[in-house]
């Protein structure tokens, strides 16, 4: 499937009752041919209006971290499991989990990252494994069919308990590292 023919499937879904409760269906944004992703859990209701994921309140603050680390967010793609927004930003259901991820699947598979950071529990826990615990497993690095993934607090957790923000940080700057070292793999490849 091309990109054009996987977010106009996407666009036009009402398999679920989301579906028909969005404003904008959020598909998402970046280089698509980043080497960097991350994964979120569903838009909000800035997402929601706007159709492009982390645009709001949590969305400024991963932005932030970007900055500090010398990521430019065009260089990285962003996307969610859901691909529409949950009512009030509850949890995303598993059965929306369910309906949802293959476009997700057909994100991947067409970007071919080769780091994939998940933002905050319900992303790694899909993601990474059902039992992952953020608080104790965040930046910690698995590898599963030549993909390096991890973990981080949730930009809006770190809203609600600004003592994360130093975890964050630590984190993002791995990340950034690594994003490094896969660079100059590839430069020094050719």
Not at 86 to 112: F, H, K, M
Not at 140 to 166: C, F, N
Request: positive net charge; proline residues 5%; hydrophobic residues 35%.
């Amino acid at each position: 499937m091309d990109w054009n023919t996987l977010e106009e499937a996407c666009r036009s879904c009402n398999r679920c009752e989301l579906g028909r409760t969005r404003t904008n269906c959020v598909f998402g944004t970046g280089s698509k041919t980043a080497e960097l992703m991350f994964i979120g859990e569903a838009p909000g209701e800035q997402e929601d209006k706007m159709g492009i994921p982390f645009v709001g309140r949590a969305g400024q603050l991963l932005d932030k971290y970007f900055e500090a680390v010398g990521i430019e967010r065009s260089e990285v793609y962003i996307a969610n499991i859901l691909k529409c927004r949950p009512p009030q930003n509850r949890d995303p259901l598993p059965a929306e989990q369910d309906t949802c991820i293959e476009y997700l699947r057909g994100q991947v598979s067409l970007i071919r990252p080769k780091l994939i950071v998940c933002l905050g529990r319900i992303a790694a826990m899909r993601i990474i494994r059902p039992d992952y615990r953020i608080t104790l497993e965040h930046g910690q690095w698995i590898e599963r069919s030549g993909v390096a993934m991890t973990a981080v607090y949730h930009p809006s957790l770190l809203l609600r308990d600004p003592r994360k923000r130093e975890d964050m940080l630590v984190d993002m700057k791995e990340i950034k590292a690594r994003l490094d070292a896969v660079r100059a793999s590839a430069s020094g490849s050719r």
